[in-house]
């Protein structure tokens, strides 16, 4: 499955923007300002996970999502307006606008049909996935 795309349009390689700058600092505003609110995930983020894929897709007209789960937490974040996302098991369309970020468990089944609007949508997509190594509370606060 590692070169299998949902995507039926254009795409970054997997692992583009992981070691871009621009993406690093986003990673470490989505820790920061959701550490708290959602500590399963963002607390102790490094030492839990790791962001295993970070790539870019163009999204014109004609272009489509099959939808799909994924195996791990993902998220999207918007870098235009363009192409909404459905939800269908939980009845929801996302009309992004740039700078919109979504974070969402791994059985969340999602994806459009063929595109038909004018604009082209770009967004950059990531996987996070947990770390091999046993995370708890307690082993933290011993190492403190």
């Not at 163009?58 to 999207?76: F, R």
């Not at 606008?97 to 059985?107: A, K, N, R, T």
């Amino acid at each position: 499955m590692e070169n299998y795309t949902n995507v039926k349009g254009g795409m970054t390689h997997w692992k583009y923007f992981l070691d871009k700058k621009e993406f690093k600092n986003f990673t470490y505003y989505l820790i920061n300002k959701h550490q708290t609110s959602n500590p399963g995930i963002f607390q102790y983020f490094f030492e839990k996970n790791t962001f295993k894929d970070a790539w870019g897709n163009e999204i014109k007209k004609g272009d489509s999502l099959i939808y799909h789960t994924h195996s791990c937490v993902h998220g999207i974040l918007y870098l235009t307006k363009g192409c909404d996302l459905i939800l269908p098991e939980l009845n929801l369309k996302i009309t992004p606008e740039p700078g919109d970020y979504y974070i969402f468990p791994s059985e969340i089944l999602h994806g459009f049909d063929k595109y038909e609007g004018e604009s082209n949508r770009y967004s950059l997509i990531f996987n996070i996935e947990p770390n091999d190594t046993a995370f708890t509370h307690q082993n933290k606060i011993n190492e403190l």
